[in-house]
């Protein structure tokens, strides 16, 4: 049984440092940056990408640069996406071409980001990738089946109301944390940075590949999207079905997203409820489920929200939504099936994660250029 007690010494490494082991390596390995605080500026990268289906940029239009700006081909494909062009300007001002970006320059974004998760370590459990995570989840739960509205295609959380929705507090520091790397590539919409960046953070915590493809538009305020759309915590599975329905999904894809639980941490001067799920809060596992099913859980007594504690060690936390997952008849077989096969999970979470920041996107390209990134520690 994966009681919290047998859970502890497995992740007591992991808690200690506040990294898996995978970024406790980089961390090392690139510690000359963390002096400075600043993440490096240009450095060369290899060409760390794959592409889902051959030649899954093929469809997207492009220019091909030359020294006479006259002689610039274009492959019309890409027009009527909503990927950004840039224009390029040679080192004497003239202009070159225009900039549409291919796999590679996505790979790039990627990895200045995980770069960036290891050198910037201060952030609750050691790690920026839990609230990265979160800030594309929350940009993407949004969207609204019916009416076609919300969802990442505008990224309008940067403005108020939105920003300020109850939801969303604490976010701001996941938005700040990569401003640096929309400066350094101003192409990329922050739609597409913050759904990039969310699969990277994941890729980066020892999960699953998600393919991701671009095309998001940035929005402006008036755009925003009304309160409530959000799940509140502190309710039942009627709320749960209800929130996820609203966005298209079913019973197993509100348990495969719930699994992000096992991930970060709540906070009672941002939400009302403190305390992590896991032991392992920077590091993807199926732990969340197996907690769930073999733990017991306790109300917590407190000044804060409703939320439950785990009887062994009274450190770790579940809320009211978490437990719905066990209490109905329907979603429980679910979390039974994750806690014993972590790799269904990361199947399954990979699949529905995917779906989430597509929502509502209008793509003028297919699933053919969806891009599987490399993460860092990969050869």
């Not at 990265?132 to 989840?137: D, F």
Request: aromatic share 12%; proline share 6%; net charge negative.
């Amino acid at each position: 049984m994966a009681t919290a007690a047998k859970l502890l010494p497995r992740a007591a490494l992991q808690c200690a440092t506040g990294f898996s082991p995978q970024q406790s390596f980089q961390r090392v390995a690139r510690r000359t940056f963390t002096d400075s605080h600043k993440p490096p500026g240009n450095h060369s990268r290899s060409v760390l990408f794959s592409i889902v289906g051959a030649a899954a940029l093929a469809p997207a239009g492009y220019f091909i640069y030359t020294r006479n700006p006259s002689k610039a081909t274009f492959a019309p494909a890409y027009a009527e996406t909503r990927v950004p062009t840039t224009t390029k300007t040679s080192s004497d001002g003239g202009q070159k071409g225009i900039f549409a970006p291919q796999a590679e320059d996505y790979q790039n974004v990627y990895d200045e980001i995980a770069e960036r998760l290891v050198e910037f370590d201060e952030y609750d459990d050691g790690s920026y990738g839990p609230v990265v995570l979160r800030l594309g989840w929350h940009a993407s739960g949004t969207y609204d089946a019916e009416t076609q509205t919300g969802g990442s295609n505008g990224a309008t959380m940067r403005f108020a109301p939105e920003m300020d929705h109850g939801a969303n507090a604490g976010l701001k520091a996941a938005q700040d944390f990569l401003e640096p790397v929309k400066q350094e590539f101003p192409w990329i919409t922050y739609s597409d940075l913050w759904t990039l960046a969310t699969v990277c953070a994941i890729q980066e915590m020892a999960g699953p590949k998600i393919p991701w493809r671009p095309g998001r538009s940035d929005r402006d305020a008036s755009w925003c999207t009304p309160d409530g759309r959000l799940p509140d915590g502190a309710k039942a599975q009627d709320h749960l079905r209800a929130i996820f329905g609203r966005m298209g999904f079913n019973d197993q894809e509100i348990v495969a997203l719930s699994g992000a639980h096992a991930l970060g941490r709540c906070h009672a001067t941002r939400s009302g409820f403190e305390g992590p799920w896991t032991f392992s809060p920077t590091m993807l596992t199926n732990d969340y489920y197996r907690l769930l099913v073999d733990e017991k859980w306790e109300w917590k007594k407190w000044n804060g929200n409703p939320q439950f504690e785990d009887a062994g060690t009274r450190t770790l936390m579940m809320l009211p939504t978490d437990m719905a997952l066990v209490q109905d008849e329907k979603f429980r077989p679910w979390v039974e099936r994750y806690a014993k096969d972590g790799d269904k999970f990361f199947e399954d979470f990979a699949s529905v994660v995917m779906k989430l920041l597509e929502l509502g996107v209008p793509f003028s390209t297919g699933e053919e250029a969806r891009l599987s990134f490399k993460s860092s520690n990969e050869e």
